[in-house]
C-alpha cells in the first residue's frame, strides 16, 4: 500500500460523483468495451496494482478533459488520437491535464483533424474563443502544479480552498484542507449529531460555518 501513496485511489462511484460524469461512460472511456473490442482510452495509472476498477488522481482529472470533448461534439476515436499526439509531444501520460495543454493543444488538435477529418474539431482548431471556453477556465481552475507541470492537487469547489483532493493526503479522498479531516467522516457525523455543525466543530476542534456565516465573514 505504501507504494500508492502519492497516486490516490477512487472507485467508479467515486470518480463520477467527484466529477458528474455517468459511470458508464467513466467505464466506457477508461476501460474500453468488450462487445465492440475496443480498449479504453489510456490505461489507469492502478492497472499494474491490480486493484479492480479503481482509478488514481491523475485519471480523475484526465476523465474531466474528455468528458469536454464529448460535450463538444468530439468523437472517441479523436480524442483518442490527441491523446496518442499529445502524450508524444508534452512527454506526459496523462497529457490533457498537462498545464502546457493550455497553450499548445490546438496544434494537438490539428494534426488530429487533419487525420480524422473530424468536423467537430475545426471549431477547437480555428477559433480561439471555443477552444478557451472549451478547455481553460473551469477545467484548470483549482489545479496545483509542482515544478514539472503536473498537477499534484484539486481544489473542487470554485474559489475556495477549504475542501483538496491530494493524493498525498488520505490517499485522495476529499479532505478539509486545513485540518486533513474526511469531508465522509465530518458529513456522517453531522448526521449523527442531528445537523448541528458547531458540535461538530467542537467535537473536531476545526473551524466549520454555513455559507451564510462565510458571507458574512467575507
Known amino acids: 500500500m505504501n507504494d500508492l501513496i502519492g497516486v490516490g485511489i477512487y472507485s467508479i462511484a467515486e470518480a463520477s460523483a467527484l466529477?458528474?460524469?455517468?459511470?458508464?461512460?467513466?467505464?466506457?472511456?477508461l476501460f474500453g468495451e468488450q462487445k465492440?473490442?475496443?480498449?479504453?482510452?489510456?490505461?489507469?495509472?492502478?492497472?499494474?496494482?491490480?486493484?479492480g476498477d479503481n482509478i488514481s488522481f491523475h485519471d480523475l482529472l484526465e476523465l474531466r478533459f474528455v468528458n469536454a470533448f464529448r460535450k463538444h461534439g468530439v468523437s472517441l476515436q479523436s480524442i483518442r488520437i490527441a491523446a496518442d499526439h499529445a502524450k508524444?509531444?508534452?512527454?506526459?501520460?496523462?497529457?490533457?491535464?498537462?498545464?502546457?495543454?493550455?497553450?499548445?493543444?490546438?496544434s494537438i488538435?490539428?494534426?488530429t483533424l487533419e487525420q480524422t477529418g473530424d468536423e467537430n474539431l475545426?471549431?477547437?482548431?480555428?477559433?480561439?474563443?471555443?477552444?478557451?471556453?472549451?478547455?481553460?477556465?473551469?477545467?484548470?481552475?483549482?489545479?496545483?502544479?509542482?515544478?514539472?507541470?503536473?498537477?499534484?492537487?484539486?481544489?473542487?469547489?470554485?474559489?475556495?480552498?477549504?475542501?483538496?483532493?491530494?493524493?498525498?493526503?488520505?490517499?485522495?479522498?476529499?479532505?478539509?484542507?486545513?485540518?486533513g479531516i474526511s469531508t465522509e467522516t465530518l458529513f456522517s457525523q453531522w448526521l449523527a449529531e442531528d445537523k448541528d455543525i458547531k458540535r461538530i466543530a467542537d467535537l473536531y476542534d476545526c473551524l466549520l460555518y454555513t455559507s451564510d456565516a462565510a458571507d458574512e465573514r467575507s
Not at 19 to 29: E, S, V
Not at 36 to 51: D, H, M
Not at 152 to 161: E, Q, T, V
Open 19 to 29: 466529477t458528474g460524469i455517468d459511470i458508464r461512460k467513466i467505464r466506457r472511456w
Open 88 to 106: 508524444e509531444y508534452f512527454q506526459s501520460p496523462y497529457p490533457f491535464t498537462c498545464k502546457k495543454f493550455l497553450t499548445d493543444g490546438r
Open 36 to 51: 465492440s473490442n475496443t480498449n479504453g482510452l489510456w490505461t489507469s495509472e492502478l492497472a499494474a496494482a491490480e486493484l
Open 122 to 179: 475545426i471549431d477547437l482548431v480555428k477559433k480561439q474563443y471555443v477552444f478557451r471556453q472549451v478547455i481553460s477556465n473551469s477545467l484548470y481552475a483549482g489545479i496545483e502544479y509542482d515544478d514539472n507541470e503536473l498537477a499534484i492537487r484539486w481544489f473542487p469547489i470554485p474559489r475556495s480552498k477549504k475542501i483538496v483532493l491530494d493524493p498525498n493526503r488520505a490517499f485522495g479522498k476529499p479532505i478539509i484542507h486545513d485540518y
Open 109 to 111: 488538435f490539428a494534426n
